[in-house]
């Protein structure tokens, strides 16, 4: 297969694989599972995900990003390897182009270990680019005009929020906070007031069934199991979704700072011009339930979810690479 361009949504939470010409063809979640025993890379993706919480003392099941940023290295490049060599097949004549994306708020440290990563994994040349734009260019925001484009990429890790501008960041904010501190806040939450402990695969698929960014007059409920923590014996309550808006006040309202912060700085033209079209969500956190009702509440901007927004960083690399002339003056490049 001669496979030249791979665009990849590098997510704390799960990493994307966009083919130009073919659309998405890997959604899979950010998890190594490593054997202690002789450091060997036993699972990927889905496979890893599986083990999380579930694997003996010999195996580890891992994610090597934290907040958006590579936690460990070589887990991270083992990892870009297995989506490379999934899209691309074992054998390869040619050595593609890879696009990754990375937060708004990286040093040039951590964009160069990217870089490294993706070489080191089988690219011929890395591009970097910084995700809010890609989440802009996916959501089909027109960002090489002169007009403020508002884009709030809600991720696993970091929130992004930026200024858009005749196709450059105008102003910018990376807060480390996202869906992980989201679902970690759910659990903290239910082991203080239920006694219950539970992992964090259980406390995303609550978050994912009641959760809610504000209160709701109809309350709804989910069934929780976990591990009672004064019996030690697996038990099963009945958590309600305004518990959970409770729980997650602190993590959302440091989302909705970072949106102040950016609005604070954005220069009057470009304020008139957000205020005018309002912001995009975009990332699996804008698939919080009224999440946009809160935002709009708070911030008195109009806020529209895009279409598929954890699907928007992935098509902004497609775009990007499709038309890598057009957009290279927004892109980092590397060898």
Not at 141 to 158: E, F, H, R
Not at 216 to 229: F, H, I, P, S, W
Not at 236 to 264: G, H, P, W, Y
Not at 296 to 324: F, H, Q, R, S, W
């Amino acid at each position: 297969m001669f496979i030249k361009k791979i665009g990849i949504d590098l997510g704390t939470a799960n990493t994307l694989v966009f083919l130009p010409g073919k659309g998405i063809v890997v959604n899979e979640p950010s998890v190594v599972a490593i054997s202690m025993l002789d450091n060997k890379v036993l699972a990927v993706g889905n496979e890893a995900k599986e083990m999380l919480g579930r694997t003996p003392e010999a195996i580890v099941a891992m994610k090597p990003l934290k907040d958006g940023v590579i936690a460990d290295y070589r887990i991270t490049e083992a990892m870009l390897r297995y989506f490379i060599n999934k899209v691309s097949g074992g054998f390869r004549l040619i050595r593609p182009e890879v696009m990754v994306s990375i937060p708004a708020g990286v040093t040039s440290t951590e964009r160069r270990a990217v870089i490294d990563a993706t070489v080191k994994a089988g690219a011929k040349m890395a591009y970097v680019v910084k995700e809010p734009i890609l989440a802009a260019i996916g959501a089909g925001i027109p960002i090489s005009s002169a007009a403020g484009n508002m884009i709030v990429d809600i991720g696993g890790g970091t929130s992004e929020v930026a200024i858009i501008s005749l196709g450059g960041v105008v102003a910018a904010h990376s807060a480390r906070v996202g869906g992980n501190k989201i679902d970690q806040a759910i659990a903290d939450f239910i082991k203080k007031k239920h006694g219950l402990a539970i992992g964090e695969r259980t406390a995303e698929e609550i978050k994912i069934a009641i959760g809610s960014a504000i209160p709701q007059t109809k309350d709804e409920y989910a069934e929780v199991r976990g591990r009672d923590l004064i019996a030690g014996l697996p038990k099963t309550i009945r958590v309600s979704a305004n518990e959970i808006t409770e729980a997650i006040q602190d993590e959302l309202r440091e989302i909705i700072n970072a949106i102040k912060k950016v609005l604070q700085e954005t220069p009057p033209e470009l304020a008139a011009d957000v205020i005018d079209k309002g912001m995009i969500l975009s990332g699996g956190g804008a698939l919080l339930k009224n999440i946009d009702h809160l935002i709009t509440k708070t911030t008195g901007v109009p806020c529209y979810v895009a279409d598929e927004p954890l699907l928007c960083v992935a098509k902004g690399t497609g775009i990007a690479l499709e038309n890598l002339e057009m957009y290279k003056r927004t892109i980092m490049m590397s060898k």
